[in-house]
């Protein structure tokens, strides 16, 4: 049994096509099929149902893959503490970000984490929340970047940054009655939750904080559209359809595209906190653990204020 097979099972399995997973492996599509076809031969079962498209795993190949993901976050673990021991700084790491977030916190992450460790390969994927902590779960990624998490047992959670929640608008779209204090740009939020509301679909974070801001002001949002992108809910909001509430990051990614006026949502700002999700119990080694110092520092130093 050679630790490739293991790489190339899991390619194919998440590929769904031995072309694709070829590609992906840099090898030819015959050459990946033949080496699979061994594999089950001498596993004396078949991992792939091939009368599907895309390809799935049979209830053995399920089985076996369980089993090599195991083998395979092992090896990074090892790999890791291995580094450590000889200060060889060589290897990867491997990053999930939503798709917004990548945006805003990438590019202040990189720059400093590649001057320290110029040998460490940064591979970096985005996607929703769930289908990420899918793949932390899976060992595909080393760490995931998400707000407002919930700590869940086979996942540790590291703080990396505190972002406030602000209510955006088109300018001299609030009136008077909807602000406590305009010269500190804070609003009444059971004023201001009165108006139109642009906001995330139901399953994102964001929207879950703004439903629990509405429940505490015992209101109901009058919804002008749901989205999957802050930043659309703020230029929407900067054009006047309506209110939206955003985390501080969007204001920093909108820059002066279409400026509207960001307000606090009350006299004490409403926060959430960004997480760094990796696998309990898994090894964090030097590169690691300066890559979540480098992150809170950047995170920090960039803080958007009102």
């Known amino acids: 049994m050679e630790l490739r097979q293991f790489t190339y099972v899991d390619m194919v399995a998440k590929c769904g096509s031995f072309t694709k997973a070829a590609a992906k492996l840099f090898i030819s599509q015959p050459a990946l099929s033949n080496y699979i076809n061994k594999v089950e031969e001498e596993l004396g079962m078949k991992l792939f149902d091939r009368s599907s498209t895309p390809l799935l795993l049979t209830y053995g190949g399920e089985q076996y893959l369980k ?13 890791r503490e291995l580094r450590d021991i000889t200060h060889h700084m060589q290897g990867r790491l491997r990053l999930g970000f939503p798709s917004e977030r990548i945006i805003y916190m990438l590019p202040l992450i990189l720059a400093p984490f590649k001057k320290r460790y110029p040998g460490i390969q940064v591979q970096v994927v985005s996607g929703p929340g769930n289908r990420l902590t899918e793949m932390l779960r899976g060992g595909d990624v080393d760490f995931v970047m998400l707000p407002n998490w919930t700590k869940e047992k086979d996942i540790a959670q590291e703080e990396v940054a505190v972002e406030e ?72 909001a900067a054009q006047g359809f309506g209110i939206a509430v955003v985390p501080e990051i969007t204001l920093e990614l909108m820059g002066e595209t279409m400026e509207a006026e960001a307000f606090h949502l009350s006299e004490r700002p409403i926060t959430w906190e960004v997480q760094a999700l990796y696998r309990e119990g898994c090894y964090l080694g030097e590169v690691e653990k300066a890559f979540l110092s480098i992150t809170r520092e950047a995170m920090a130093a960039h803080k958007k204020r009102l």
């Open 67 to 79: 089993r090599a993901k195991k083998i395979l976050t092992q090896i990074d673990d090892m790999d």
């Open 165 to 236: 929640l602000v209510l955006v608008a088109a300018k001299g779209y609030l009136k008077e009655d909807h602000l406590l204090d305009r010269e500190r740009k804070i609003v009444n939020w059971r004023k201001a939750a009165g108006l139109p509301l642009i906001t995330l679909n139901k399953g994102h974070a964001l929207r879950a904080c703004v439903d629990v801001l509405y429940r505490n002001a015992g209101l109901k949002p009058v919804i002008f559209m749901e989205s999957h992108s802050n930043m659309l809910s703020y230029r929407l």
